[in-house]
């Protein structure tokens, strides 16, 4: 697991490499989309995938397995022997045993196996983006932190928190991910809404659960206008004395 921490407020660059020139202008199409991403190239052969990290320095890759030249985890290998400072996550329809244990020892993130759909691919990024946000956030960490982090970069063995009715876990992760890309200013519900294209009573109804979790804080803060406005920030993660 390599989880540099990049530049904070940049958009998280990925280099995506498939042999199939339908399939990778798919998945970039999920990466743009996403908030807090952007798609730094694709590559569609193990050699290009290997300049390609060393000329474009993204921060993750999403490595198929069957490359015309090499095997995905061919390339996995050499990024790590080289030393590149990446995050890999495994895209593929090899379902053997093998793969995936040398995908384990290579120290991806996960191992998402072709077909799934768009909900797990995004899910997997906002997790990654989630987990890049605390490891920026520590400066010591004490064990339940690194349990956290380890758990997190499993990508989804994080036990499901349990929603009320009319609170989707998705969205709910998608406004967590508004608050933390937002700092220490934090948001206000308008500026949440315009973020993540929920209705504002929809966005504030999540902001809200956020604090009813304890993972938000709310606060007034008054404008020129004299009028107070409830703003919402994200909670920094423990830090170990």
């Known amino acids: 697991m390599t989880m540099g921490t990049g530049t904070r407020g940049r958009p998280?660059?990925?280099?995506?490499?498939?042999?199939?020139?339908?399939?990778?202008?798919?998945?970039?199409?999920?990466?743009?989309?996403?908030?807090?991403?952007?798609?730094a190239g694709t590559a569609s052969t193990g050699a290009d995938a290997l300049a390609a990290v060393q000329r474009l320095r993204p921060?993750?890759?999403?490595?198929?397995?069957?490359?015309p030249d090499m095997t995905g985890l061919d390339v996995l290998r050499r990024l790590r022997?080289?030393?590149?400072?990446?995050?890999?996550?495994?895209?593929?329809?090899?379902?053997?045993?093998?793969?995936?244990?040398?995908?384990?020892?290579?120290?991806?993130?996960?191992y998402l196996v072709k077909p799934f759909d768009r909900q797990t691919f995004e899910t997997r990024l906002r997790e990654y983006a989630a987990l890049r946000g605390e490891l920026a956030a520590l400066e010591e960490a004490g064990q339940a932190d690194v349990d956290r982090v380890f758990a997190g970069a499993r990508g989804g063995s994080r036990p499901v928190p349990v929603t009320p009715k009319g609170i989707a876990p998705e969205t709910l992760q998608l406004v967590r991910q508004a608050l933390q890309l937002a700092g220490s200013d934090g948001l206000s519900a308008t500026q949440c809404s315009e973020r993540t294209g929920l209705?504002?009573?929809?966005?504030?109804?999540?902001?809200?659960?956020?604090?009813?979790?304890?993972?938000?804080?709310?606060?007034?803060?008054?404008?020129?206008?004299?009028?107070?406005e409830r703003r919402f920030t994200l909670r920094v993660p423990h830090r170990s004395p």
């Open 59 to 67: 921060d993750l890759v999403l490595l198929d397995v069957y490359l």
């Open 199 to 228: 209705a504002r009573v929809s966005a504030r109804r999540y902001l809200e659960q956020l604090v009813a979790r304890q993972e938000a804080d709310v606060r007034q803060r008054y404008g020129t206008a004299g009028r107070p």
């Open 81 to 110: 022997a080289d030393g590149a400072p990446v995050d890999v996550v495994v895209i593929s329809a090899a379902r053997d045993v093998d793969s995936i244990r040398s995908a384990l020892h290579g120290g991806v993130l996960h």
């Open 12 to 39: 998280l660059r990925v280099l995506i490499v498939d042999d199939d020139f339908m399939v990778a202008k798919v998945h970039a199409g999920f990466v743009a989309a996403l908030d807090g991403f952007e798609v």
